[in-house]
Structure formats: C-alpha cells, structure tokens
C-alpha cells in the first residue's frame, strides 16, 4: 500500500493513526506512511445541491461572457473567493 508514497500515488489508510489501528496491518492496500493534508483539503465534500449549483453558474458564465476571457476570469475569481467550494 505504501508503494507510490515517494510520488504521492498511494491512497493513505484511514485508519491506521487511530486508537485501535489498521486491523489489516501489512496486508493492508493503503499506505501507513504520514501524510501531510493538501490546503484544499477539507475533509467534507460540498452537497450534491451545491456542486451542481456551482456547475450551473459557471455555465451561466460561460455562456454570458463566452470567449471573453479576462471577464470571465475576473468573474470567477469574485465567486471563488466567496465558496469554498470553488
């Protein structure tokens, strides 16, 4: 499970740092190495509802502004700066 680690290609194991352990031990397919958590990296993904609003917007934007890049990009900076999502 540890193989890819050095990459970042491996999968950590969920609950290996528990209190009670990885029950699967060296058998286990997921990594015990530590692992240092990405900034994007909540631990909670956005409700369906959200995601698909978000996908909604964006393809407003998208059509609204089309090829004009600098809108759009200014755009979608005022909206992910107010999502966490985004």
Avoid: I
């Amino acid at each position: 499970g540890s193989e890819g680690h050095v990459n970042g290609l491996c999968k950590p194991c969920r609950f290996v740092h528990t209190h009670q352990g990885c029950k699967s031990g060296s058998n286990c397919s997921f990594c015990h190495l530590p692992h240092v958590p990405q900034l994007n990296q909540s631990g909670n993904r956005p409700s369906k509802q959200r995601r698909r609003a978000c996908k909604e917007l964006l393809n407003s934007l998208h059509a609204q502004y089309g090829d004009q890049s600098d809108k759009t990009s200014n755009m979608l900076k005022v909206v992910a700066s107010q999502s966490v999502y985004m």
